[in-house]
């Protein structure tokens, strides 16, 4: 066969190689062409035999024309030797491969067929008959040239997606585009071409959708512009007439399992990857306490789904879809979260902490009612912080009621007081004057009497009356002194009491309040018991975990 025939073949090769897998770009392109080429380096009249001419003189001097290199054992031999390429560059290794085959079978159709097992000199034909045979540089093998180009241009729009997609894309089924989600979902962006109808609507749907998950083997979910999801399956919203996934931009998906009891799903949302372009979240969860109603938009397909028993299923779910429960306790559960990357920008799901952080049920007995309830799911509280009280009002009105009375009546005390230095303070001048009044009638009677003037009995009267004006002085501050230590130290003792009352008030209200034993969050609140004496309640305290720079993510 002539060069221009086995590149015509492959041309064909190519078309079929990408048909099958091979990712064929211009570096494969020529290895494929190079790689039907080659065998014809055998001789010195073809143009790889021209190119490296020393080579092609020996071997056709040495085996001859159609020996070594039109044979599968030489094939062999040049795979194992070339193998480095394949570590280097495995599209162009196999292209490369492809293309030797092309030839090889190329020319099984000529009249001097192929020793395919050389140094075994049986020769090899396509076709038994000799009148099927192609002679050299005949009109036959033209025609044949052109038919293999024809067939490679023909195939190659068909092999963009591989031959097993075509022919899905034929049977355009929920069935086969979940066969193609799946094929491509690792490395690209999966789109739908879609023409059906919603069947809870009526609406007609066609145009091009983002496709978010499988539906196990009988469908997809899609995503509109809206964001809504729509089930493609046969028992979905939308009944398909035509259904067909395509590859679309290049992307890096990392998939992480995630055991989420003992957690608030508000972790499982500040773990999500920053540089993630899109996050979906598939998975059952039991929370601590009944989730909000989820209603899906008519016609649309739930991405969460609330069940008995306080049970969530999620599916393809959107961190903004959890957002709402980010406070809810997991008791149990487990998640997988599928991220979406720009190539490149891939990074890990990374927890604070993977161990359980620790719970702490604090048992309230008895609680008069659930008004005394200080605390709800969701809230952060410190250690000691108070989660409840017990109301009861009467002891500490009681205590309150008997400390303001003895306030009172050390204010009553304190009054008195005032009064008595009131009195004092008037009552202590005339004294005072009295006395100094009998000393100036004492040192004028002393005169008179040195003098002769007065009588010696005069002085001595004199002298007593200061004496009974001191007296009087004297007799007044003790009787101050001694009535305001008494009124002072009522006082006190009123003061001390009505403390002491205090006091007692202060430890009856604390002796109300249950607290926390850690700090943390609060999970969970639940009633227990129901009785004439109260209610008894269990608030389920999550103790916050230190942070690590422990990383989770398992692919």
């Known amino acids: 066969m002539t060069a221009g025939t086995h590149l015509a073949g492959a041309a064909l090769t190519a078309a079929v190689a990408r048909g099958f897998g091979l990712d064929v770009g211009p570096v494969e392109a020529l290895a494929l062409a190079w790689g039907a080429l080659l065998p014809d380096a055998d001789t010195t009249t073809s143009g790889p035999g021209r190119f490296v001419r020393p080579l092609s ?6 085996f001859g024309h159609r020996t070594i290199t039109h044979s599968l054992p030489f094939l062999l031999v040049l795979a194992l030797a070339l193998y480095p390429l394949y570590r280097a560059n495995p599209g162009a290794y196999l292209a490369f491969l492809w ?6 079978l190329l020319d099984t159709l000529n009249t001097n067929g192929v020793p395919l097992l050389w140094p075994w000199r049986v020769h090899f034909w396509l076709f038994a008959s000799r009148d099927l045979r192609i002679p050299y540089g005949s009109a036959k093998e033209a025609t044949l040239a052109l038919f293999l180009a024809l067939g490679g241009f023909a195939l190659w729009p068909l092999s963009a997606s591989g031959f097993d997609t075509a022919f899905r894309h034929l049977v355009a089924s929920p069935e086969t585009a979940v066969v193609d989600y799946l094929k491509w979902r690792d490395r690209r962006a999966v789109y739908v071409e879609l023409s059906g109808f919603n069947r809870e609507t009526q609406e007609d749907i066609s145009g091009r959708f983002r496709v978010v998950e499988a539906l196990g083997r009988q469908g997809v979910l899609i995503e509109d512009e809206l964001g809504r999801t729509l089930a493609v399956a046969r028992n979905g919203q939308v009944v398909a007439y035509r259904v067909r996934a395509y590859p679309g931009e290049r992307t890096s998906v990392r998939e992480y399992r995630l055991d989420l009891g003992g957690r608030l799903v508000g972790d499982l949302l500040a773990a999500l990857p920053r540089a993630a372009r899109r996050v979906w979240i598939t998975g059952e969860a039991e929370l601590a306490t009944e989730p909000p109603p989820v209603v899906a938009p008519v016609g649309t397909y739930p991405r969460l789904r609330a069940l008995q028993g306080n049970r969530l ?4 779910a959107r961190p903004e879809d959890l957002a709402p429960l980010a406070a809810t306790f997991v008791r149990a559960g487990s998640a997988v979260v599928r991220a979406e990357f720009a190539p490149g ?4 799901l990374a927890l604070p902490d993977l161990r359980p952080p620790s719970v702490h049920p604090v048992v309230i007995p008895k609680l008069p009612s659930l008004a005394g309830l200080l605390v709800s799911p969701g809230d952060r509280v410190l250690e000691g912080e108070p989660i409840a009280r017990y109301v009861d009002d009467a002891p500490l009105e009681d205590l309150q009621a008997r400390s303001s009375a003895k306030r009172e009546e050390a204010k009553v005390v304190l009054e008195e007081l005032r009064r008595l230095e009131e009195a004092r303070a008037q009552e202590r001048p005339r004294l005072s004057r009295a006395v100094k009044r009998a000393e100036e009638a004492l040192e004028r009677t002393r005169y008179l009497v040195e003098a002769g003037a007065e ?5 001595q009267r004199a002298e007593e009356a200061l004496e009974r004006a001191r007296a009087a002085l004297e007799e007044e501050a003790l009787r101050y002194s001694s009535k305001a230590a008494a009124l002072e130290e009522r006082r006190r003792a009123l003061e001390l009491e009505a403390a002491r009352l205090e006091r007692k008030r202060d430890r009856t209200a604390r002796d109300q309040f249950v607290r926390s034993p850690v700090a943390g969050r609060v999970a969970e609140v639940r009633v227990r018991e129901v009785g004439p004496e109260g209610v008894t309640v269990e608030v389920v305290v999550v103790e916050a975990p ?5 990383v989770g993510a398992l692919r």
């Open 546 to 550: 230190p942070t690590s720079g422990d």
């Open 99 to 104: 293309g030797y085959l092309s030839h090889l």
């Open 313 to 316: 299923v999620m599916h393809a």
């Open 345 to 348: 920008e891939e990074a890990d």
């Open 57 to 62: 003189s020996w071997i056709e001097r040495r």
């Open 455 to 459: 009588p010696r009995l005069s002085l």
